[in-house]
T-cell receptor
């Protein structure tokens, strides 16, 4: 069974640009969550999608957005990049059901974004 | 709001030493609790979990017991190995199914 796949694995952008990251969950998983990981702030929750609907949202500015497609694949977008957006962006999928969640997340290896 | 507090790292131990990584939580009700581990160069993965008071989660020689009296979920292992070197995260799940993450504790095991 294939794991969670994130693309691209590494990317470099400059301030002001925008970036789109992609995540393919484990087959059959309908929930996809996104996290930002930095040495200073640790792991910060961005948002979670379930069946194409955003179910939970973290405390990030509107420059951070996401969506989920009917096949459960998800993308997140960061517009007007800032130096502080440099981080490892992690995607996780889970076998959540409507109105329920096991808390058992399966993570991808992440997309490492560097903003210059 | 809900929160998770875990001991700051890095924690440095010698091989075969006893490990405890402390974790306490604040929450309304009784959240499910988890330990996740991030090995160097690998993705985060679930290590163990407990869903109700007095439950003991265990995996790979690690254990953690859900203590509602002390609102704690400390991670323990009797004899650590170099391969246990990783970052360990204590996590709770709130009533909206959102995961609340601790800051992570880096564990370094020296041979």
């Amino acid at each position: 069974k294939a794991g969670v796949t994130q693309t691209p694995r590494y990317l470099i952008k400059t301030r002001g640009q925008q970036v789109t990251l992609s995540c393919s969950p484990i087959s059959g998983h309908r929930s996809v969550s996104w996290y930002q990981q930095t040495p200073g702030q640790g792991l910060q929750f961005l948002f979670e999608y379930f069946s194409e609907t955003q179910r939970n949202k973290g405390n990030f500015p509107g420059r951070f957005s996401g969506r989920q497609f009917s096949n459960s694949r998800s993308e997140m977008n960061v517009s007007t990049l800032e130096l502080g957006d440099s981080a490892l962006y992690l995607c996780a999928s889970s076998l959540a059901r409507e109105g329920a969640e096991t808390g058992e997340l399966f993570f991808g290896e992440g997309s490492r974004l560097t903003v210059l | 709001g809900n929160s998770v507090t875990q001991m700051e790292g890095p924690v440095t131990l010698s091989e075969e030493a006893f490990l405890t990584i402390n974790c306490t939580y604040t929450a309304t009700g009784y959240p499910s609790l988890f330990w996740y581990v991030q090995y160097p160069g690998e993705g985060l993965q679930l290590l163990l979990k407990a869903t109700k008071a007095d439950d003991k989660g265990s995996n790979k020689g690690f254990e953690a017991t859900y203590r509602k009296e002390t609102t704690s979920f400390h991670l323990e292992k009797g004899s650590v190995q170099v391969s246990d070197s990783a970052v360990y995260f204590c996590v709770s799940m709130d009533s909206n199914y959102q995961l609340i993450w601790g800051a992570g504790t880096k564990l370094i095991i020296k041979p």
